[in-house]
């Protein structure tokens, strides 16, 4: 057992490069951007974003203290643009989800768009493959699923990823999806010892000409050019107990080399692994998707759709204090997207959906700010199922400047060094804040840009309680000598 420490509901990012790109981008959103809100827009990227980081912090390229990786080779951008469209999706998305999987059909074309359909990564792949086959074909394409996973023991695959009728319906296709399970078959697959294979080389070529490459759960991991391949526990990883070849390893990279993509993200407390990695990898910009949600990436662009939210970090100018011994960070910049919203990956922006727009406003350096929360917030399982995104919404909606919350082992192995060791996580506000919230569609959702995180090593000692022996008495009164009490 673990306890995960604890805040979040929902947030997004909005941070131009400069006034000109912020206000280029409020009018490309809808008509309901004001005037007022660009100039917000204009204010905050003009502004420091938060109070400056102590000298000692060092660029977050730095690697994560007692992690066994190699930082990331320098991306060389020589390649044409991509016209396709990776959707990463979040793991345990619902048959009844209509607005994904048609969005997914959509984007390959529409009613009769042909999709192959990998079950690689499952225990079952042919029960997989065919469920997300008959999804598919619900919604008007026609799919068709490949023999092409470890668990079908009859297959040789070394022949199967050459085989060139198989190779022949990817080339044909326009729509790829890649079912969950284990990532690391689909890589062991398809990229065996990191070589390409002329199947993985047929669905890039699907890719480049502006068909879809779809994937959840461990369909999505393999988006990034790295990714967790048997990753230990949040805490572990916080830790600094990964390295490369055991718990990450390298993905397929659907998404480029700039941006790394994570599953069942909030559902999981999966920040809490996301950040070590990146910083340790040299990753700048992260992108974890929640349950049931996907992104659509293309270009510069991600769209969120389905039914909960995606959190953008973003470590461009965040800081890490080696002296500390333990991972830390500084200044991580977080945003939290729902439904609708759209993130500009270059201009570190966000434009929220048109009800969100409608809907009010929340920003700390307005005159007009009316926040509902008053009360001070202390998280106990920052690494909760939602704590991250819930602490956003209710901080960007608060009085309050910051939010904090612990994360450690419960009950942690017997004889470890590192038992006692958790982390305080501290959420606060900069003078580029905002937030957005809407209930056109029952319940409130917002989205919630520029908000900055720290993670700091503490020590909690083991164990946190022990028996409750009652109430301490208090100490009876001294008696009175004879003869009354003194004068």
């Known amino acids: 057992m673990r306890a995960w420490i604890a805040a979040g509901w929902a947030m997004v990012v909005m941070t131009a490069a400069s006034a000109q790109t912020a206000v280029q981008a409020a009018a490309e959103a809808p008509a309901a951007v004001t005037v007022a809100q660009a100039a917000r827009t204009q204010r905050a990227t003009a502004a420091p974003p938060r109070a400056a980081q102590p000298a000692r912090a060092t660029p977050a390229s730095a690697p994560a203290p007692s992690s066994a990786l190699a930082p990331l080779p320098a991306p060389v951008d020589t390649e044409p643009p991509i016209r396709g469209y990776a959707v990463p999706i979040g793991g345990a998305l619902k048959a009844d989800n209509d607005e994904v999987w048609q969005r997914i059909v959509q984007l390959a074309g529409g009613k009769g768009a042909r999709f192959v359909v990998f079950g690689t990564a499952s225990e079952d792949p042919e029960a997989s493959a065919k469920q997300v086959v008959d999804l598919l074909q619900r919604r008007g394409a026609v799919a068709e699923a490949l023999p092409v996973a470890p668990k079908f023991l009859w297959v040789d695959l070394n022949k199967v990823v050459r085989d060139p009728a198989l190779i022949a319906k990817v080339k044909a296709a326009k729509g790829i999806f890649f079912t969950g399970g284990v990532q690391e078959r689909i890589v062991d697959v398809l990229q065996p010892g990191g070589q390409s294979t002329p199947m993985l080389e047929a669905i890039w070529d699907v890719y480049r000409k502006g068909g879809v490459v779809a994937g959840t759960s461990a369909g999505a991991a393999i988006m990034s050019t790295i990714m967790f391949r048997d990753a230990p526990s949040v805490m572990n990883v916080l830790k600094g107990r990964f390295a490369d070849g055991k718990q990450v390893d390298r993905g397929l990279g659907f998404v480029g080399p700039h941006l790394f993509v994570d599953q069942h993200f909030l559902k999981r407390g999966r920040f809490g692994r996301m950040i ?192 409750w022996s009652g109430p301490a008495k208090a100490a009876a009164p001294a008696s009175a000598p004879a003869g009354g009490p003194p004068q």
Request: hydrophobic share 35%.
């Open 276 to 467: 070590p990695l990146m910083m340790a990898k040299g990753y700048k910009l992260g992108l974890g998707v929640d349950e049931n949600t996907a992104a659509i990436i293309r270009g510069d662009e991600i769209e969120v759709i389905g039914d909960r939210g995606c959190l953008i970090v973003d470590l461009t100018e965040a800081g890490s204090d080696p002296s500390l011994g333990a991972f830390n960070v500084q200044g991580a910049r977080l945003s939290y997207l729902e439904h609708g919203d759209r993130y500009h990956m270059r201009a570190r922006s966000t434009t929220p959906s048109a009800p969100k727009l409608r809907g009010e406003q929340h920003d700390a350096e307005s005159p007009s700010f009316k926040p509902y929360y008053t009360d001070d917030v202390f998280h106990l399982d920052m690494l909760g199922d939602s704590t991250i995104s819930n602490a956003m919404s209710r901080l960007i909606d608060s009085v309050r400047k910051e939010v904090k919350g612990l994360a450690f082992d419960v009950l942690p192995r017997t004889n470890d060094p590192l038992a006692e060791l958790g982390f305080l996580f501290r959420i606060y506000k900069g003078s580029d804040s905002l937030g957005w919230s809407t209930e056109e569609f029952g319940g409130e959702q917002f989205t919630v840009t520029n908000l900055y995180l720290d993670i700091s090593p503490v020590r909690l000692p083991m164990p946190l309680y022990g028996g």
